[in-house]
């Protein structure tokens, strides 16, 4: 039924079932830590999920793909005996890929362009779930005082500046929350539609990720992400009707 204003927003079934692809950015923001800075790092999603909607609201069961990663310029100092301090500089990238899983709430505004395009917004919890880590060395360098007195290291509480976990973040489940904004299209054929949905958001890391150790010199690291994701949604209760004008 249309109304005086003529707006209008794309109908949707009850049910649907629709698939994404994404580019995270992701990045570790370390708000403690002198001796490490992290470089953002583009990685790749896909998922699935399930939506229910109910009048311009949906609520959806999401479960993504994701490989994830940072580049981490690390520069310590070692005290080599008394009056010398050492100075040893590493860059690791670190990708890892995990399992996230999302409750996204959605918000549908009223259509704009004669209905065609739906302009919302979105927020939710999510959590990662870890699956694979890979740890490169980029770079290493150490000064002439280090070289010169290798076997007399005495790293930080006792650490081994060569030590095979030189990383000061732990990517192990991670619970974050996350809002964006979108415009959802459709396109019809036959007796239904396929609905197309381009959206960008941010999510942001509550959990610190700092290993003890870190923790210990006054760690604090979280994992945040912008992503930019494209969905193809289709329904399976009830054929997606033409738009429905609302007030």
């Known amino acids: 039924m249309k109304s005086t204003n003529n707006q ?8 649907n079932v629709g698939m994404k692809v994404g580019c995270p950015w992701s990045v570790m923001i370390d708000s403690d830590l002198q001796e490490t800075t992290y470089e953002g790092h583009f990685g790749y999603l896909a998922g699935f999920f399930v ?3 109910i009048n311009r609201w949906s609520i959806a069961a999401e479960v993504d793909f994701a490989q994830k990663g940072t580049k981490m310029h690390n520069e310590r100092e070692y005290q080599i005996s008394l009056g010398q301090i050492g100075k040893l500089k590493t860059i690791y ?7 996230s899983l ?4 959605t918000y549908y505004f009223k259509g704009i362009m004669d209905g ?14 870890p699956m694979k880590f890979n740890l490169n060395l980029n770079d290493f360098s150490i000064d002439s005082i280090v070289m ?9 509480k006792g650490e081994d500046p060569y030590s095979n976990d030189p990383i000061d973040f732990n990517p192990v489940l991670n619970v974050s929350a996350f809002a964006g904004l979108g415009l959802m299209s459709k396109i019809r054929f036959a007796n239904s539609a396929i609905i197309f949905k381009l959206d960008a958001g941010v999510n942001y890391g509550i959990l610190n990720l700092a290993k003890p150790e870190a923790k210990k010199r006054g760690g604090s690291i979280h994992a945040h992400d912008l992503e930019v994701n494209f969905s193809v949604v289709y329904p399976i209760k009830k054929i997606l009707h033409d738009a429905c004008y609302i007030n």
């Open 8 to 15: 209008a927003i794309l109908g949707f079934s009850n049910y």
């Open 148 to 156: 010169a007195h290798l076997e007399k290291f005495d790293g930080p």
């Open 116 to 129: 065609k395009v739906v302009p919302y917004v979105f927020a939710g919890p999510q959590v990662d779930l």
């Open 51 to 53: 939506e229910r909607s």
């Open 93 to 99: 990238s670190v990708a890892y890929n995990v399992i």
């Open 102 to 105: 999302r409750l996204p709430i």
